[in-house]
């Protein structure tokens, strides 16, 4: 199982980026995602949970940080969306996608998903 995120890059404040985050998985595998999750990690702080998505059900929980400017979002071919708009410099960080293969549990406990991406850097200039 492996989890490739892109979509990073620089962008003036105000503007807009959207992440992706694509789950591969080995044919032989039937079992999809319950959950997924974004975080990210600012310059000189801890990593902090973002957005996350219930796959099935497609609920979605938001951190208040970012609510109303960053929407997340999935489609059939197992990949996760984060929308961000409305971006100001305090949104500058490494953003990482993970997921977990458990329908229910604590959306922004870093240690509930087992795997990761390895990060996308979004730079927002002021």
């Known amino acids: 199982v492996q989890l490739q995120a892109s979509g990073g890059g620089l962008v003036q404040a105000g503007g807009s980026l959207r992440l992706s985050c694509l789950a591969s998985r080995r044919a032989a595998s039937r079992r999809t995602f319950g959950r997924y999750g974004w975080f990210r990690r600012a310059p000189g702080k801890e990593r902090e949970f973002v957005a996350g998505?219930?796959?099935?059900?497609?609920?979605t929980f938001h951190a208040d940080s970012v609510k109303g400017r960053f929407t997340i979002s999935g489609d059939k071919a197992n990949t996760v969306y984060l929308q961000m708009n409305s971006l100001q410099p305090e949104d500058t960080a490494l953003y990482y996608c993970?997921?977990?293969?458990?329908?229910?549990?604590?959306?922004?406990?870093?240690?509930?998903?087992?795997?990761w991406g390895q990060g996308t850097l979004v730079t927002v200039s002021s």
């Open positions: 993970a997921a977990t293969f458990s329908d229910y549990g604590d959306y922004v406990k870093e240690g509930e998903y087992e795997y």
């Open positions: 998505i219930r796959w099935r059900s497609g609920s």
